[in-house]
């Protein structure tokens, strides 16, 4: 079992910048990738970020250039920045690793962090 704790949300002006944190404990070592979702009102959650164990990133279209995926393996701990923020950037965001095999994984998940920009 995994357990991931998140931090860092808030309220912030459109522009402006946020910092998230997500610390894992339990079963670190079986973690493959760690991430960063998101869930809006009335919408299905989508991934924001993830970083594999090998360094690979994944962002979606929408935060490309504006927010940056960082792993501290020594703290077990991902990050994630968000610069020049919008107003759809607000969301629900939850962090999320991955273990398991490619054709078995087991995805664990934050109790989530609530993310608005205002306008």
């Known amino acids: 079992q995994v357990q991931l704790v998140e931090s860092g949300g808030g309220l912030v002006q459109a522009g402006g910048s946020l910092r998230l944190s997500c610390a894992a404990s339990g079963s670190i070592f079986s973690i493959n990738a760690m991430g960063w979702y998101r869930q809006a009102p009335g919408k299905q959650r989508e991934l924001v970020a993830v970083?594999?164990?090998?360094?690979?990133?994944n962002y979606a279209d929408s935060v490309k250039g504006r927010f940056t995926i960082s792993r501290d393996n020594a703290k077990n701990t991902v990050y994630l920045q968000m610069n020049s923020l919008k107003p759809e950037d607000t969301a629900v965001y939850y962090c999320?690793?991955?273990?398991?095999?490619?054709?078995?994984?087991?995805?664990?998940w934050g109790q989530g962090t609530q993310v608005t920009v205002s306008s």
């Open positions: 999320n690793a991955e273990s398991g095999s490619r054709l078995a994984p087991i995805y664990y």
């Open positions: 970083k594999t164990n090998g360094g690979s990133t």
